[in-house]
């Protein structure tokens, strides 16, 4: 969705190493929603951000929403294999329509 | 516990077949929405219902339609099938506080 842009849309990185996962939106986010995806399978929930400033971690992933409500970031620390898959933003907007958009995703690939 | 179920997990048409893609969730969740993912696309959303018996196109509605005539189902219709639809599809859900969304296994499509 041009509403919502994630970057970037690949990343190798070692074993270890820390990375960062961006997801802008145009306008003023209700709710921003990660997801993981393996290959060929359906999506895992990771965490949801509404408020600004917000910040939410789970094991070593952390993700940010920013005061405005526009941008979020996901980090992973010391990544390791079973991260490496496919991160989805997808965000919500303001008004009781249960609609909700992708950005293109984030392919990981962590090398041992 | 089953969540959201779809059906049928794989499934070859025919160009100008008509097929019926079957979605249900058993948590009582007010919103359904219908997703078609392509290589490096993320995403994108056909058409959305915020209850029984209201529905709304999303982004790429063209060429599918969808009703919801019980809070439980919410299936995607195929008139005419066309090789552009060969695609993963994805069925998901959310309650009205929109805390998360609950996704199918999803349902891989081949037109030929």
């Known amino acids: 969705s041009q509403e919502l842009e994630q970057s970037p849309q690949s990343l190798i990185v070692q074993e270890g190493k820390n990375l960062t996962i961006n997801c802008t939106s145009s306008?003023?986010?209700?709710?921003l929603y990660w997801y993981k995806q393996k290959y060929g399978e359906g999506l895992i929930f990771l965490m949801m951000?509404?408020?600004?400033?917000e910040e939410k971690s789970h094991e070593k992933i952390t993700a940010k929403l920013d005061e405005k409500k526009q941008q979020s970031s996901l980090h992973i620390t010391a990544s390791q294999p079973s991260h490496a898959g496919i991160y989805l933003c997808?965000?919500?907007?303001?008004?009781?329509?249960?609609?909700?958009?992708f950005g293109q995703g984030t392919t990981l690939q962590v090398k041992p | 516990n089953a969540g959201v179920t779809q059906t049928p997990k794989f499934q070859v048409l025919k160009t100008g077949q008509s097929m019926t893609l079957q979605c249900a969730q058993d948590?009582?969740?007010?919103?359904m929405s219908w997703y078609r993912q392509d290589p490096g696309m993320g995403l994108r959303l056909i058409h959305y219902?915020?209850?029984?018996?209201?529905?709304d196109q999303g982004e790429v509605p063209n060429g599918y339609n969808v009703s919801r005539s019980t809070t439980e189902d919410f299936p995607l219709r195929l008139l005419s099938a066309a090789p552009s639809q060969t695609s993963v599809y994805f069925c998901?859900?959310?309650?009205?506080?929109?805390?998360?969304?609950?996704f199918g296994s999803g349902t891989r499509l081949t037109v030929v």
């Open positions: 998901a859900s959310s309650s009205l506080n929109r805390a998360s969304y609950t």
């Open positions: 306008k003023t986010l209700y709710g």
């Open positions: 951000l509404q408020k600004g400033g």
């Open positions: 997808g965000a919500s907007y303001s008004g009781n329509t249960g609609k909700l958009i």
């Open positions: 948590m009582n969740h007010e919103y």
């Open positions: 219902s915020v209850g029984a018996g209201i529905t």
